[in-house]
């Protein structure tokens, strides 16, 4: 049985059931996601490989091979069309045209189940999705239930990275008007133990870890690679759960009443669906999700204790950010750009600015060392790379604003996300594309000869899809210095 036949046998039937890794239902073999491609706005969707199974992640790959993808949809399992697509603006704009947010990359988040490979959804700052028009989620007082599978290491302390039952108009409607999952450091309204990331629950104008505002020590600092999240509510009666998704059973962080906190008892849940971002759109925070489910009614813990069985027979594992080339931990490399207008020149710093240079084996040596690069183990992830400047040690390409710099490295999780980078095999079929680690749509591309991190099509000028694919495929070479 999948999770949503364990849920309708317990009673409490999956209203939305979304994931891009697998069915969540064991006779469903219909669509899971639906990716965009930015050759020619093409789109498919991808199914299981067999009723019930992985998602056919080969299917993705082979419709995206040479572009980009992103997830336009992530489709509900239900039957009940509860659909997820790109999240409107709300009380925040997000950065799309009309205050829309970002999509996510089709590839950000590659996994195995039992050894399959598949893709989850990488939520970057700007991110989200969104359904206002949904069928059958809980109301009001009404009960639910939900759960997701998360990336624990991936987060931030921004507003939100949510999942879950929010407001039918994209804005803060008032305390109680939410029951969702939220996931990562925020600060702002409540904290458990440790430094966090933690489980809480967001229930509008307040995360909440456990009965009241503020610090519930005994919701923990999740250090999960792979995370079950659980929140569920019923008239005066909510509960926080988790578990390692790959392995052992669920806890519980807190069960019991309403926050006497006014405004949260009875609650007035409006029944609209979020991912990635909180009621009113904000839209800063981070994370990724695989799968997930809103129940009706409130699920017993036996149910959900055999759904996380479940999850952990899916054997969720991490698998390879990079492909292409090979960059080597430890080389010392130049890159050189693709383009036509631009094959003899090569990325290069002067001081912080990056940018490319015409750059020979009888250029002066400083201008040798600022096209070279020493490539460390990435400093957010050992899986991807960083770049470190030759000639100024401790500094390393980094973004700000999507602008690609040579700063050096402060120590915080901000920097190092900004500094790290996942080669991938060039788009246009020479070299590498770097793509960045905390915002897998976007690429090293040089634009008017500066260097950016740019996306296929997306609202910046440097994001223009003409010659896309040439500006962010390089050719990485031995380096000059
Ligand atoms: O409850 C936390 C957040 O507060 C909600 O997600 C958002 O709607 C409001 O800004
Ligand atoms: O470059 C995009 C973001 O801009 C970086 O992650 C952050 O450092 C800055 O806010």
Redesign the pocket.
């Known amino acids: 049985a999948a999770p949503c036949d364990i849920f309708a046998s317990g009673g409490t039937p999956c209203v939305a059931a979304h994931s891009t890794t697998r069915a969540l239902f064991s006779a469903f073999n219909g669509a899971l996601y639906q990716v965009k491609r930015g050759s020619d706005g093409a789109t498919t969707n991808i199914a299981p490989l067999s009723a019930g199974g992985v998602a056919n992640a080969a299917a993705q790959d082979s419709f995206c091979s040479g572009t980009t993808c992103l997830i336009t949809t992530i489709f509900d399992q239900s039957g009940r069309g509860n659909h997820l697509t790109q999240a409107p603006a709300g009380?925040f704009n997000g950065p799309e045209s009309n205050g829309a947010d970002n999509l996510a990359s089709a590839t950000g988040a590659p996994v195995t189940l039992n050894g399959q490979k598949a893709y989850g959804v990488f939520i970057s700052p700007g991110t989200g999705y969104r359904n206002n028009a949904v069928s059958g989620i809980a109301t009001g007082d009404a009960a639910e239930g939900m759960y997701a599978v998360l990336d624990g290491t991936h987060f931030n302390g921004a507003?939100?990275f949510?999942y879950g039952n929010a407001e039918t108009n994209s804005r803060?409607t008032g305390n109680g008007h939410?029951e969702a999952i939220y996931f990562g450091t925020s600060t702002t309204?409540g904290t458990g133990s440790g430094s966090g990331p933690w489980l809480m629950a967001?229930?509008?104008?307040?995360?909440f870890s456990g009965n009241t505002t503020g610090n519930n020590p005994s919701d923990p600092t999740i250090t999960n690679r792979f995370f079950t999240a659980i929140v569920k509510g019923q008239p005066n009666h909510w509960a926080l759960r988790g578990a390692n998704a790959a392995s052992g059973s669920l806890s519980t962080f807190y069960s019991g009443v309403r926050p006497t906190a006014s405004g949260y008892n009875p609650m007035k849940k409006e029944g609209a669906i979020i991912l990635g971002i909180?009621?009113?759109n904000?839209n800063g925070a981070q994370g990724t999700f695989y799968e997930g489910v809103m129940t009706s009614g409130f699920p017993s813990d036996a149910t959900e204790n055999s759904v996380q069985a479940n999850i952990v027979a899916a054997k969720y594992a991490t698998t390879s950010l990079v492909s292409g080339p090979a960059i080597s931990v430890g080389s010392s490399v130049s890159l050189r750009a693709t383009t036509a207008c631009c094959t003899t020149r090569f990325l290069a710093h002067s001081g912080t600015a990056v940018a490319t240079q015409v750059v020979t084996s009888s250029s002066n040596s400083t201008l040798k060392q600022q096209a070279s690069w020493t490539v460390v183990s990435g400093l957010a992830n050992g899986g991807c790379i960083s770049f470190q400047s030759k000639d100024t040690p401790g500094s390393f390409l980094r973004h700000n604003n999507f602008v690609l710099l040579l700063n050096a490295n402060d120590g915080s999780k901000q920097f190092k996300e900004d500094a790290t980078f996942c080669p991938q095999a060039g788009l246009n079929g020479q070299g590498n594309s770097i793509r960045s680690f905390n915002y897998p749509t976007r690429y090293f591309r040089h634009f008017d000869n500066n260097l950016d991190i740019a996306s296929n099509g997306g609202v910046h000028t440097f994001d223009a899809a003409a010659s896309f694919n040439d500006d962010v495929s390089w050719v990485v070479t031995s380096s000059f210095a």
């Open positions: 009380g507003c939100c949510d803060d939410m309204w967001d229930l509008e104008n307040g995360l909180g009621g009113d904000s």
